[in-house]
């Protein structure tokens, strides 16, 4: 498999697990998973601050 082919592989992974959607297309294997869950747990974190932020600067 060509390497933009992997890389591109990679990148969807990232978006689909980063944004919680959670499509199952592709999984993680070994000690991925552990990567995989700490990039969840950032990606519900990081949009949850987004939306707070966005609220407390449109309610000011």
Do not use: H, Q
């Not at 944004?19 to 998973?33: C, E, H, R, T, V």
Request: charged content about 10%; proline content about 3%.
């Amino acid at each position: 498999m060509p390497w933009y082919i992997r890389l591109y592989n990679c990148f969807y992974f990232s978006v689909v697990t980063f944004s919680a959607l959670g499509y199952g297309d592709i999984k993680p294997m070994g000690g991925f998973k552990v990567a995989a869950i700490i990039e969840c747990v950032l990606g519900i974190t990081i949009v949850a601050l987004f939306v707070v932020t966005l609220s407390r600067v449109w309610l000011s």
